[in-house]
C-alpha cells in the first residue's frame, strides 16, 4: 500500500514513483507499461515524474537501483535469520521464490530476469545494473557457500555453485510459469540438493582419510520452517 500523505516531501513522490513502476514493470513488462500509466497509479502530474527522471529509460534505471539497493533486506536476510546453517540458506532461499511463485498464482516471476530478457539488448545502459543484480545475487549466495567451510571439498568452486543456484532459481521460476505448477522447480532444487549432498559426502571422506575435523557450521534442522515472510512477491 502506498502512503500518498506528505505529496509535498520531493523523497516522498520520487520513492512512490519508483514502487508503483517497479510493480507496473513486473506485472505488465517494461514495454506494456506507459508512463502515463505510472503517474495515474501514483496518483503525481507529469512534471514530478520528470522532476526526477528524464524519461521512461531513466525511470528504468531508477527502479533497477532500487531493487539492487532492497535486495538484501528484503530477500537475504529473512533468510539468514530463518536458520543459521550455511548450506540450508540455500535451500531456505529458493523455497521463498517457490512460495512466492505460487502466492502469486504463477503470473509473476523475477523482475530483473524478467527485464533482462526484454531490455538488455534494446536498452543498453540497463545491462549494467543488470548484471550487478546478478552478480549481488550469486555473491549473498557464495558468501554462504564459503561458510560452510570445509563441509565442501576444498576444490569446489564456491563461485561457480553459486551461479548454479541463481541458474537454478531463474530456470525454475521460468518453467514454473511454463506449467503453472511447482514441480519443475522443485525437481530441479532436488537435484541441486543432491549435487551439494554429494560434495558434503566428499568432504566428509577427505577428512576421514587425513584425519582432520570438519570446520564450518554444522547441520540444523530444515530452516523453512521457521517462518520467512513469501507474501510479498515484489520483493524478487
Request: glycine share 10%; hydrophobic share 40%; net charge positive.
Amino acid at each position: 500500500m502506498i502512503d500518498h500523505s506528505n505529496r509535498g516531501s520531493g523523497s516522498v513522490t520520487r520513492e512512490r514513483i519508483l514502487e508503483i513502476a517497479e510493480q507496473l514493470f513486473h506485472e505488465r513488462g517494461y514495454g506494456a507499461t506507459g508512463v502515463a500509466t505510472v503517474l495515474r497509479a501514483a496518483g503525481v502530474r507529469s512534471g514530478s515524474l520528470y522532476h526526477f527522471f528524464r524519461g521512461k529509460e531513466a525511470l528504468l534505471l531508477g527502479v533497477l537501483a532500487r531493487h539492487l539497493a532492497l535486495l538484501r533486506i528484503r530477500v537475504f536476510e529473512p533468510v539468514e535469520r530463518a536458520t543459521d546453517d550455511p548450506l540450508e540458506r540455500v535451500f531456505a532461499l529458493l523455497q521463498l521464490y517457490m512460495r512466492n511463485l505460487e502466492s502469486s498464482g504463477f503470473t509473476l516471476g523475477c523482475l530483473v530476469g524478467n527485464l533482462a530478457l526484454e531490455v538488455a539488448d534494446t536498452i543498453p545502459t540497463a545491462r549494467v545494473p543488470i548484471d550487478r543484480y546478478f552478480d549481488t545475487w550469486s555473491g549473498e549466495v557464495q558468501r554462504w557457500l564459503e561458510a560452510a567451510g570445509g563441509r565442501l571439498p576444498a576444490d569446489a568452486d564456491r563461485p561457480a555453485l553459486a551461479r548454479t543456484v541463481l541458474a537454478v532459481m531463474e530456470g525454475g521460476v521460468m518453467q514454473a510459469r511454463a506449467h503453472r505448477e511447482l514441480r519443475p522447480f522443485a525437481a530441479a532444487v532436488g537435484q541441486l540438493r543432491s549435487y551439494l549432498e554429494s560434495l558434503e559426502a566428499r568432504a566428509r571422506r577427505e577428512r576421514t582419510e587425513s584425519g582432520q575435523s570438519p570446520s564450518g557450521e554444522g547441520r540444523r534442522p530444515d530452516p523453512t520452517r521457521r517462518g520467512i515472510n513469501g507474501s510479498a512477491w515484489r520483493t524478487w
